[in-house]
């Protein structure tokens, strides 16, 4: 017997209703199955709380009114809805407040793109704040610069001359200790 088998017994269990077989495959299931006797018991509980239930009184006539509603409503023709007026699906309210939000995201978009006709955009000033002020190269003389750069002490284009310099500094700080 398997879980679904045990399952759809179960009542039939409870009523004493199984044939001799079947009652000793249902016993030999809950004795592999432990957690099985939980789900017996409650089926159990339920089935004597249900037989404990006042029973419902209904008028004499109950189930004539009640035959007589469901044929009105079998023979009643289906109502049909018309598709009436729609732009992609949607109503003409629902098409009008799409199409202002569409226009309205367009112009937001619109006035987010700068304008190229009025030169560049400034930088607000709390991206270019600096410990010290920085001169753009359009604010200093061509000769200015020219001489600064000559007047260097270290080029730039010499990394390698750089580097080698600053390994021979380490080395003379590191010293290797032996045996001490």
């Known amino acids: 017997m398997d879980r679904y088998q045990f399952e759809d017994s179960i009542s039939e269990y409870i009523e004493n209703t199984l044939t001799l077989s079947q009652r000793k495959d249902f ?12 789900l017996v018991e409650r089926v159990r509980s339920v089935i004597n709380n249900m037989q404990k239930m006042p029973d419902v009184k209904t008028s ?3 189930m004539g009114q009640l035959m007589r509603k469901v044929d ?3 023979n009643r023709p289906a109502q049909r809805v018309k598709p009436g ?19 309205g995201l367009i112009m937001i978009g619109l006035q987010m793109i700068p304008d190229s006709s009025q030169g560049p955009t400034p930088i607000p000033n709390h991206f270019t704040q600096e410990s010290a002020p920085v001169q753009s190269p359009a604010t200093q003389p061509h ?6 750069l000559a007047g260097a002490e270290e080029d730039s284009a010499n990394v390698e001359v750089q580097m080698d310099k600053r390994r021979s500094n380490i080395k003379n700080k590191i010293r290797l200790v032996k045996n001490q």
């Not at 016993?27 to 939980?38: A, G, T």
């Not at 992609?88 to 407040?97: C, I, K, R």
């Not at 000769?143 to 600064?148: D, I, P, W």
Request: no cysteine; net charge negative.
């Open 27 to 38: 016993e030999d299931y809950i004795e592999n199955n432990p957690e099985s006797v939980v």
């Open 72 to 74: 009105v409503e079998k």
């Open 60 to 62: 004499p006539d109950f």
């Open 143 to 148: 000769e200015l610069r020219m001489e600064s």
């Open 85 to 103: 007026n729609t732009v992609f699906g949607f109503t003409p309210l629902y098409a009008g407040l799409m199409s202002v939000a569409v226009v």
